[in-house]
């Protein structure tokens, strides 16, 4: 009979079958895996803990494991992973507001041909005129999620950055991109954290595909 649990820590043993199927291929991800969470314009550590707050975006338990482990063997505390979990939890949720700016073109059948533009921004104080309460709690939310604590303004910006780019909201990286620019960010340490995000949301569904072998083999 097979095991009635989806997810174990044990699975991750069988990435290696992965490398075996598809060698070139792995071998290829692999090397991009390392070179994206090196050392570079942005820390190791700060890397890490842009991998965590994606990982709790794609929603991948072995990589959430996986990088709070790293996270915490280059010295980041509890209060710091929490900290990237919570602009994480913000940026997904803003996600979903900022795709609302749709949802109320969609209701008042304008916006023609084009779904995304940046004049739909002045759209948000709808939201605060149609549901005052959530609006201003999910604002309280995350200006909190966002002010500098532990882990500094530029770094939560950059984290900010990653996990849009996994959520797709162009709004999100509009407005993140241009406050990581007002705060010192680099086109290159913007492009690291990018590439971090990327290597986090490959890295997700190859995690994952121990679950496939386990599916494959249970019939």
């Known amino acids: 009979m097979a095991n009635e649990s989806l997810y174990q820590k044990s699975y991750i043993r069988r ?3 992965i490398g075996k199927l598809a060698p070139d291929t792995f071998k290829a991800f692999l090397a991009f895996d390392r070179q994206a969470l090196a050392e570079g314009m942005i820390t190791k550590k700060t890397k890490e803990l842009i991998a965590v707050a994606v990982a709790h975006v794609t929603g991948c338990p072995y990589c959430i ?3 709070v482990s790293g996270a915490r063997k280059l010295e980041a505390s509890k209060e710091e992973i929490t900290e990237a979990v ?10 979903a507001m900022a795709h609302g700016l749709n949802a109320l073109n969609a ?14 921004l002045a759209r948000f104080k709808e939201f605060r005129e149609l549901s005052p309460e959530a609006f201003s709690a999910f604002n309280k939310f995350d200006q909190e999620a966002m002010k500098p604590g532990l882990i500094g303004r530029k770094e939560k910006e950059l984290i900010a950055v990653a996990v849009a780019h996994v959520t797709g ?14 705060l ?7 492009a690291e954290a990018i590439f971090v995000a990327t290597a986090l ?19």
């Open 15 to 17: 990435i290696p079958e």
């Open 65 to 67: 494991n996986d990088h």
């Open 86 to 95: 919570m602009v994480a939890t913000a940026l997904k949720a803003g996600s």
């Open 107 to 120: 209701f008042d059948e304008m916006g023609g041909e084009e779904l995304y533009q940046r004049s739909n």
């Open 169 to 182: 909201c162009a709004y999100c990286i509009e407005v993140h991109t241009k406050c990581a620019k007002k």
């Open 184 to 190: 010192g960010v680099t086109l290159e340490e913007l």
């Open 201 to 219: 949301k490959a890295g997700s569904a190859l995690a994952h595909s121990v679950n496939a072998l386990n599916a494959y083999d249970s019939q």
